[in-house]
């Protein structure tokens, strides 16, 4: 018996009483020839007393070795694709008679496939202009700019402050103290109180003022706090940009011209933008695709997807240096709502490993090889030391998985039809 629109399957499965006899009678001389009896010597003690002494163990025997064998062959006999493992309900099993059972577990949906070798989907269009180009020139001139001292005037707007300071929270917590930062004046991004109070100030000046950090500061640590904050203004130093020149060029890349520099900047943009367009077009694929074929999905998979899910976000934030525990986040809440994403995600894989099928798409040793360098190249292990790790931890498999879709959605987008949309 299945139920209707979902991958959960139930089995009622029945044992011959003859098959079961034979099972506990085996079971059981087993049982007697280790088993200490009182008043019999090991392997003396008769038959009749072990089965009734031990008859819950020599049950739980019987049925992980009779049970396991049945349902694997009405899974056979019934060409099923089990995902999980499965769980026995209704044990109907009288002493001497046979043995009645129901087998509950998800199999992988029957996926028949629909139209994907024509594909369409719409990608808006991205221009790379001479303005994008300059904009990239003028980063790289922020990230070569030194910092001038300036004397015999005051700190104005677009000054940088060279301070040394000491902050008190009114919270009465640990306070703040700096010393040799630069504070640029009069720029957005820095509070208005330091705008406020150092703008006019000289070297060697003292200031003391208050400062209130808005609820949205970026520094959660100091963010909706009060501070009182004791200044002292060591220095003035002006922002130095480096002259837009082939010296630049020369300076920041291995080109002579700035000709050259601006040639190549607009190349790496656009092979940049390319492979985002590429994935964007990749993604709508996927969407079509799972427009395109209605199938329910193992709960199994969806709830391995979305601890998926949960666990990148975990890792997200923990390489930003926030404890997961200590986050403001409803966890419960938060894992709820990849729900549908995980969805997605499942479907999309069981879409690509049948077209994979259909299409003959597979990954050859040299794919996988090439696959274990790269990432050994990043982990810093030796290509030999990763395949053995991976090997150990069993994912040497989900690794070939994995390019096996990655190669399949790369066959997809070769053959769809994609059509870049300018904005009106």
């Avoid at 003022?209 to 909706?224: C, G, I, N, Q, T």
């Avoid at 997605?344 to 090439?370: F, S, Y």
Wanted: hydrophobic content about 40%.
């Amino acid at each position: 018996m299945s139920t209707e629109a979902t991958c959960r399957r139930e089995l009622d499965l029945e044992i011959a009483a003859e098959e079961v006899e034979k099972a506990s009678e085996k079971v059981a001389r087993q049982f007697a020839r280790v088993a200490r009896v009182p008043g019999f010597r090991p392997g003396k003690a008769p038959l009749t007393m072990i089965r009734k002494r031990f008859a819950e163990d020599i049950r739980g025997e019987v049925l992980q070795s009779l049970v396991p064998e049945r349902i694997e062959k009405a899974v056979s006999e019934q060409k099923l694709s089990i995902v999980t493992r499965p769980q026995l309900e209704q044990v109907d099993w009288v002493e001497g008679g046979g043995l009645k059972f129901k087998a509950i577990f998800e199999v992988l949906p029957e996926i028949t496939l629909g139209d994907y070798k024509s594909i369409e989907v719409e990608i808006p269009a991205v221009d790379i202009t001479d303005a994008d180009v300059q904009k990239a020139l003028e980063e790289m001139r922020e990230r070569g700019a030194t910092y001038v001292p300036v004397e015999g005037r005051a700190l104005a707007d677009g000054d940088y402050a060279v301070l040394t300071l000491a902050g008190t929270p009114a919270d009465g917590a640990e306070p703040v103290k700096a010393e040799n930062i630069l504070c640029h004046i009069g720029a957005e991004e820095t509070l208005a109180a330091f705008n406020e109070n150092l703008h006019g100030a000289k070297a060697g000046e003292h200031r003391d003022f208050e400062a209130v950090y808005p609820d949205d500061y970026p520094d959660e640590r100091l963010a909706k706090r009060t501070f009182s904050y004791s200044v002292d203004v060591l220095g003035i130093k002006e922002k130095k940009l480096p002259e837009l020149d082939d010296a630049f060029a020369k300076d920041v890349s291995e080109l002579a011209t700035l000709a050259e520099l601006r040639t190549k900047l607009r190349e790496r943009m656009e092979s940049a933008r390319d492979q985002r367009q590429a994935e964007a077009a990749k993604e709508k694929i996927l969407s079509a695709l799972i427009e395109k074929h209605v199938f329910p999905v193992p709960e199994a998979l969806v709830e391995a997807h979305m601890d998926q899910r949960l666990e990148r976000t975990v890792r997200q934030l923990a390489a930003q240096g926030l404890d997961p525990r200590t986050v403001n986040v409803d966890w419960a809440d938060l894992r709820k709502r990849q729900r549908a994403g995980a969805e997605g995600e499942v479907k999309a894989e069981l879409l690509l490993d049948h077209i994979a099928t259909a299409e003959n798409i597979e990954v050859t040793d040299e794919e996988l090889e090439h696959e274990i360098e790269h990432l050994a190249t990043h982990s810093g292990e030796s290509a030999v030391a990763l395949r053995a790790r991976l090997t150990k931890q069993g994912s040497l498999d989900r690794m070939k998985s994995k390019l096996r879709s990655d190669k399949t959605l790369e066959w997809l987008h070769s053959t769809a039809r994609i059509r870049t949309t300018t904005a009106q």
